[in-house]
């Protein structure tokens, strides 16, 4: 993993009753397609509910093109 972004609601402190947890994991490379590899990164239980993406770097770029607002929600996340 080269980084875990958290992003979203919780974030800008906006968040209200139902608002999920919003997660974008940044891994180096992966072998499956990237709505496969999902299941390796889901914990097996979260207090809430959890959005979570997991892109390599090259995939993260491509988002950037091709869905600029959702890659600057995810940019503009805070890193931990």
Known sequence: ???????????????SVGSD??????????????????VSYLPESFPVGLDLFVFTPRELERLRVEHPSFARAIDGGVQV
Not at 1 to 15: D, H, I, K, P
Not at 21 to 38: E, F, G, Q, S, T
């Open 1 to 15: 993993m080269l980084s875990l972004r958290w992003f979203g609601s919780w974030v800008s402190g906006t968040a």
């Open 21 to 38: 947890v919003d997660l974008c994991i940044v891994v180096k490379k992966a072998a499956r397609r990237r709505r496969d590899r999902l």
